[in-house]
C-alpha cells in the first residue's frame, strides 16, 4: 500500500498549502480544485494528483501574472 493516501481531506489539503479548510471549501466549491463528495454525510476528498496539478496550474498563473506585470523598482530612479 502506497505511504501516502490517495484521497486527502479539506484538512489535509489545507495543510499542504498553508491556508485555511474554509479557503480550500472555497476553492472546491468555486471548482477550482476538484473533489468528490462522499459517504452520508458528504464529506469531501481531493485526489492527491488532482492537488498536484492544481498546484502547477497555479505556478503557471503566476508565472503569467508576472510577465504581465512586470516589477518596477520606484526607488532605483
Same mark, same amino acid.
Given at each position: 500500500? $502506497?505511504? =501516502?493516501? /490517495?484521497?486527502? =481531506?479539506? $484538512? #489535509?489539503? $489545507? &495543510?499542504?498549502?498553508? =491556508?485555511? @479548510? *474554509? %479557503?480550500? +471549501? *472555497?476553492?472546491?466549491?468555486? !471548482? &477550482?480544485?476538484? *473533489?468528490?463528495?462522499?459517504? !452520508?454525510? !458528504?464529506?469531501? /476528498?481531493?485526489? !492527491?494528483? /488532482?492537488?498536484?496539478? +492544481?498546484? %502547477?496550474?497555479? +505556478? /503557471? @498563473?503566476?508565472?503569467? +501574472?508576472? $510577465?504581465?506585470?512586470?516589477?518596477? #523598482? @520606484?526607488?532605483? #530612479?
Amino acid at each position: 500500500m $502506497a505511504s =501516502t493516501p /490517495r484521497f486527502l =481531506t479539506l $484538512a #489535509d489539503v $489545507a &495543510e499542504v498549502l498553508n =491556508t485555511s @479548510s *474554509a %479557503q480550500v +471549501y *472555497a476553492l472546491v466549491r468555486r !471548482g &477550482e480544485l476538484p *473533489a468528490i463528495k462522499i459517504g !452520508g454525510r !458528504g464529506q469531501w /476528498r481531493v485526489e !492527491g494528483s /488532482r492537488l498536484e496539478e +492544481y498546484i %502547477q496550474q497555479q +505556478y /503557471r @498563473s503566476a508565472e503569467q +501574472y508576472v $510577465a504581465e506585470h512586470p516589477f518596477v #523598482d @520606484s526607488e532605483s #530612479d
